[in-house]
């Protein structure tokens, strides 16, 4: 089985950390392609289209040559992207799909972001002392204490392949209009969300779940990075999801 990851606002495929190499410990059948959204990565110099549906043409052009079906587990603006795509796909291409504190147009502004985040979001977009800002994004996304370590590879990954404000506002305004369609896009998915998480409420997820009957688990007390604060409880609940 092949499996698309996609991160979220502003983040690339080397924000993943270690994460990758854990699931693919836990799925040793499975293939885990980290597929960047434009404007990140290695496609930091490409301008991010200001739609959700634009990105998700994107980068399904992108992953063209992976063979289908496919499932895909995508974190926070990612999880739009791939919400987006499972709607538009054909019946049968997406797998499974697993989304990560992510939010939709079913939820009102200020539980797809928390009012108290806005501020500190437009902060650090201006900010230009870049290890500080970095190390901002991760206090205000992580609810675990912050190596220095870590703030480090984070600033050497903006440092390498720099996204620009402008393409972080693009993104910024995709993730605000953004809203899917009515019709359910998979049987199931698999929704995973922070009760700890500081930027989107998770009852984003649990709206998710109740309009389409999906499965959810809330982790008590994680935030928005999820994958950086415990990988291995999201291993358990895809392990658990899963049809065996």
């Given at each position: 089985m092949h499996w698309i990851l996609l991160r979220g606002l502003t983040r690339e495929h080397a924000h993943w950390g270690s994460f990758p190499a854990r699931l693919g410990e836990a799925f040793p059948e499975h293939q885990f392609h980290l597929v960047d959204l434009p404007g990140t990565g290695v496609r930091y110099r490409e301008d991010s289209p200001a739609t959700v549906a634009a990105i998700r043409e994107a980068v399904s052009r992108h992953v063209s040559h992976i063979p289908g079906p496919f499932s895909i587990l995508a974190l926070s603006m990612g999880g739009m992207v791939a919400l987006d795509w499972a709607q538009q796909a054909a019946d049968g291409q997406i797998q499974n799909l697993v989304l990560i504190n992510t939010s939709s147009g079913f939820s009102p502004?200020?539980?797809r972001m928390r009012p108290g985040v806005w501020p500190r979001i437009l902060r650090l977009l201006a900010r230009q002392e870049l290890f500080d800002r970095e190390r901002d994004i991760l206090r205000l996304t992580s609810n675990r204490e912050v190596p220095l370590s870590l703030a480090k590879q984070w600033y050497s990954i903006q440092r390498q392949r720099p996204v620009s404000t402008r393409n972080a506002i693009n993104q910024l305004a995709a993730a605000a209009r953004y809203k899917p369609g009515e019709k359910r896009p998979v049987p199931d998915a698999l929704i995973l969300a922070?009760?700890?998480?500081?930027?989107?409420?998770?009852?984003?997820?649990?709206?998710?779940?109740?309009?389409?009957?999906?499965?959810?688990?809330?982790?008590p007390d994680a935030g928005h990075d999820l994958p950086l604060d415990d990988p291995e409880w999201i291993i358990q609940q895809i392990r658990n999801w899963l049809p065996r």
């Open positions: 502004p200020w539980q922070s009760r700890g998480d500081r930027i989107v409420h998770w009852r984003c997820s649990s709206t998710l779940e109740e309009r389409w009957q999906w499965t959810m688990k809330l982790h």
